[in-house]
């Protein structure tokens, strides 16, 4: 372990931290804040500060309401940048019941208890996350816009690149706060970033991504910019994608890498492979949990739209890296980052779990462009789309019980009744695209 609660106060007071933030995770991934003065940290790493459940989406109803924060001392953090309230840090929390036992809302508590699943088989799992975004001007009242810098830059009306100093800013910031930065980067998209940090367990880099969201948008808003991980905000324009790179470990070796194998992949990451394709259309309603989610999902801008695996192109759901050894690896290509990491992480795990446990065999690797192949060829290889739409994925997801099992009845039924009350609104709503097709037309 990295930190202990006395390393905690030590550090604490040494530092001068005048604030403690307790984070924690809502169902759908947003960061929850309780603040505590300093003279508060010793009683919150005894576990004692409570907070009301029900005022957090997803959480509980009112006559269950009492929560308490248990912070894990090894996300122990203090913020590098300075506030009006002076020097700041953070502790993650887990989410207990009063009578001490794990709370099953908490998205946290969902991924540590797949995890445990695969200790149980010998496995831990690390993720590598590639996290994209986009950097959008603020207006005159300092409301987000949808357009970039980038597109400014045309006319003049910024002298610098805010985009790319706003970056370099997230990059020496996010390795203050421990992050190994191994590349970031100007995306395809005009304003389109990436930042992409070393690849960690699985529990850390579902911390790690919260953490990175959080530190994105706190240096955008300083440089006067709005830093969105919505998956497609200008329509025509590539969406933003969070790649997850995925290895299993056992008795400290990469699992997924086999010499003597003709791509140099084991059984173990074969069936890994099996169990994401088969229950690919469920999990999508996890990895891509919003309607614009799906708006990323469509040809032309290298988002997966098919569900296929390939050692060489870019285009299907998952791509196998070229480098083994320790290195092995799948990308999952599918999910963005609207998704909670917690959540997606644990589903992934378990649909692939699902394929060592009964053996599922992929299809062959499909090596051809897919997007150049017509009907026929489709169906000949079998190859099937992703869901089109959240709708498609939701159906698709109360049948699915291995993601169900892996979502825990708690979470699994809070998380489907706001989704499909998210679908219903976006459904009987009336679109501008509506009112340019249809009003002068009829
Ligand atoms: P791409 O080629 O798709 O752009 P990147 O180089 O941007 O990929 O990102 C690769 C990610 O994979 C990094 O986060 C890296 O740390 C991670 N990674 C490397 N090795 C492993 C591994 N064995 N298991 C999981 N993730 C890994
Ligand atoms: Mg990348
Ligand atoms: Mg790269
Ligand atoms: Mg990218
Ligand atoms: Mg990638």
Not at 29 to 43: A, R, T
Not at 148 to 175: I, N, W
Request: glycine share 6%; proline share 5%.
């Amino acid at each position: 372990n990295k930190y202990s609660a006395e390393d905690v106060l030590r550090i604490s007071k040494e530092r001068g931290v005048e604030f403690i933030h307790l984070q924690f995770s809502d169902i759908f991934g947003v960061m929850k804040n309780v603040s505590i003065p300093i003279e508060e940290l010793d009683k919150a790493l005894n576990n004692e500060i409570m907070f009301d459940g029900s005022s957090i989406d997803g959480f509980v109803r009112i006559e269950e309401s009492d929560m308490y924060l248990r912070p894990d001392t090894d996300t122990f953090v203090i913020f590098p940048w300075r506030t009006t309230s002076g020097v700041e840090a953070r502790l993650i929390c887990d989410i207990y019941n009063p009578d001490g036992t794990p709370f099953e809302g908490d998205p946290r508590y969902i991924l540590k208890k797949n995890l445990e699943e695969a200790k149980k088989l010998g496995y831990t799992m690390n993720v590598g996350p590639e996290c994209e975004f986009y950097l959008f001007l603020t207006d005159e009242k300092g409301n987000p816009t949808t357009i970039t810098q980038d597109a400014a830059g045309y006319f003049d009306m910024a002298p610098v690149d805010l985009g790319e100093s706003a970056r370099k800013e997230m990059v020496s910031t996010l390795k203050e706060m421990g992050f190994a930065i191994e590349a970031s980067h100007h995306e395809v998209g005009p304003g389109q970033h990436e930042i992409d940090f070393k690849y960690d367990d699985a529990l850390a880099t579902a911390d790690n991504v919260m953490t990175f969201k959080m530190v994105v948008r706190i240096i955008a808003q300083k440089h006067g910019l709005h830093a969105t991980f919505m998956p497609k905000p200008v329509y025509g324009i590539a969406g933003s994608g969070m790649h997850l790179n995925q290895s299993l470990m056992k008795n400290s070796e990469n699992a997924f890498y086999d010499p003597s194998d003709q791509m140099g992949l084991s059984k173990d990451c074969y069936y890994y492979i099996g169990g994401l394709l088969k229950h690919a259309k469920a999990l999508t309603s996890i990895t891509n949990p919003t309607v614009n989610s799906y708006k990323r999902l469509v040809s032309g801008f290298e988002a997966p739209v098919y569900i296929a695996w390939s050692g060489r192109n870019r285009s299907p759901l998952i791509r196998i890296p070229a480098k083994r050894g320790n290195s092995t690896r799948i990308e999952l290509r599918s999910p963005d980052p609207s998704n909670n990491p917690y959540l997606a992480l644990a589903c992934s795990l378990a649909a692939g779990l699902d394929g060592i446990k009964n053996k599922i065999m992929p299809p062959p690797s499909v090596d051809k462009n897919i997007y150049e192949m017509d009907e026929n060829e489709l169906k000949e290889l079998n190859i099937e789309k992703l869901p089109d739409s959240l709708e498609e994925a939701l159906v698709i997801l109360e049948k699915d019980e291995v993601i169900k099992n892996a979502l825990g009845e708690h979470i699994y039924n809070k998380y489907v009744e706001a989704k499909w009350s998210e679908w219903d609104s976006y459904r009987t709503y009336v679109t501008r695209w509506e009112i340019d097709q249809y009003l002068t037309k009829f």
